[in-house]
C-alpha cells in the first residue's frame, strides 16, 4: 500500500467516495454508538432510533481508556474508527462510530496513539476491500509502513495548542503555527500531513471538494475559500 503516489485528482476521488456514512459491515448501522462490536461478531451495542444520542466525550476516553494496551492504536478511517492491536491483524477490533475529529480529541485525552488510513474507509468484510475501503490487517499494514518521520518533525515544529490542519481539494495548510504564519502543502505532502496531524493529535478539517483560494503572482488569489471562510466551514476561528 503506497501512500505518498497519490495525486490530486486520486486524492479528490477517494475524499468524495469515503465521506459516505459506511459501516463497517454489511448490514451494521453506522449511527451505533458506544463500542458496536468486534470483528466478525455482531455489535454489542447498537441503536434503533433514527436519531441516536452520541456518547458523551468523557465516555468515549473512558472507552480507549479500557481497550488501550502496549500494542493499541486508534486506526481513523472516513467512516468510522477502531482500536486494533499492530500485533496480530486477526485480533478483535473495537468498532467507533464518531467522525474522526472527536475521535482524535479523545485519543489525546486517552493518551492512546492514533493511525489515520484517511480518505479511505474502513470495513470489517474483506469481500468489501477496493481502492476506497481497507479491512483492518490493510490499514494496520499500510500504518507501520507508511513513512512520516518528515513529515512529523515539520508539523511537530509548527505545533501549538492552536494549530489547525485545513485539507482542501488544491492545497492544506496550518494555521496559528509557532512562525505565526500560514504554511502550504502540495500534492503527496497533503495527505503526508493529514496522517500526521492524527498522529500529534492537532485538529484537521477536510473541506475539500472546496479549494482554497491561494496566492499568484501576477494574478492574484485564484479561486476559492479564504482561510477565515475555511476554518469558519471547520468552527475553528
Excluded: W
Excluded at 515544529?157 to 488544491?170: D, F, Q, R, Y
Excluded at 495527505?191 to 472546496?210: E, G, M, W
Amino acid at each position: 500500500m503506497v501512500f505518498r503516489r497519490l495525486d490530486l485528482s486520486l486524492v479528490a476521488a477517494l475524499l468524495l467516495a469515503g465521506c459516505g456514512s459506511r459501516a463497517l459491515d454489511p448490514g451494521m448501522d453506522p449511527n451505533a454508538t458506544g463500542t458496536g462490536g468486534q470483528a466478525g461478531g455482531a455489535p454489542t451495542t447498537t441503536t434503533t432510533t433514527t436519531t441516536p444520542t452520541p456518547p458523551q466525550d468523557d465516555e468515549l476516553v473512558a472507552t480507549l481508556k479500557a481497550n488501550a494496551g502496549p500494542d493499541k492504536l486508534l486506526m481513523i478511517g472516513t467512516n468510522a474508527g477502531l482500536v486494533t492491536s499492530t500485533q496480530s491483524a486477526n485480533a478483535p477490533a473495537l468498532q467507533l462510530f464518531e467522525d474522526p475529529e472527536t475521535l482524535v480529541e479523545a485519543a489525546a485525552m486517552a493518551g492512546m496513539p492514533v493511525c489515520s488510513v484517511e480518505y479511505q474507509a474502513l470495513t470489517l468484510d474483506p469481500t468489501l476491500a477496493d481502492a476506497t475501503t481497507l479491512t483492518v490487517s490493510q490499514a494496520v499494514d499500510g500504518c507501520l509502513k507508511e513513512d512520516l518521520g518528515d513529515m512529523l518533525a515539520r508539523v511537530a515544529a509548527l505545533k501549538t495548542p492552536e494549530t489547525v490542519v485545513v485539507i482542501a481539494a488544491n492545497a492544506a495548510i496550518t494555521v496559528h503555527s509557532t512562525n505565526g504564519g500560514i504554511n502550504y502543502f502540495y500534492d503527496a505532502d497533503m495527505l503526508q500531513l493529514l496522517h500526521a496531524a492524527r498522529k500529534l493529535y492537532v485538529p484537521a478539517c477536510l473541506i475539500a471538494p472546496q479549494a482554497l483560494a491561494l496566492p499568484t503572482y501576477p494574478q492574484g488569489q485564484t479561486p476559492g475559500l479564504s482561510v477565515d471562510e475555511a476554518l469558519a466551514t471547520c468552527g475553528r476561528m
